[in-house]
């Protein structure tokens, strides 16, 4: 992945509404979910709706299909592990992320 890509990724999970919207569909998988699903399940305005899923389609964190007269939104996982990849790629240094001391701290 791109450095660019993971800037435009990042930046377009940055709000709140759009990151709610990327967890719902996420939850919802390959079949997706329609506008009027995620206003419904999310409380938010379709007009504030349509301009968040714009943002995150052109992230490519989420895909759009017409589906009749639907539109159908999905998460492109592929897109999503390759940013979770590209995040955790060099992670410790190839060691243990939680040295024995960390695993025991009560917090």
């Known amino acids: ?5 993971v800037v ?6 940055a709000q709140p509404v759009r990151l709610q919207v990327f967890r719902a569909l996420v939850v919802a998988g390959p079949a997706g ?5 995620l206003v419904e399940a999310l409380d938010v305005q379709a007009t504030s709706l349509s301009f968040h899923l714009k943002e995150l389609t052109h992230s490519g964190l989420v895909t759009q299909e017409r589906s009749g007269r639907n539109l159908i939104y999905r998460t492109a996982f592929e897109q999503m592990n390759a940013l979770i990849g590209y995040l955790t790629e060099n992670c410790c240094q190839g060691e243990a992320c939680l040295p024995q001391a960390a695993q025991a701290c009560p917090c």
């Open 33 to 37: 979910l329609t506008p009027g699903a």
């Open 1 to 5: 992945m791109e450095e660019q890509d």
């Open 8 to 13: 435009r990724s990042l930046a377009a999970l």
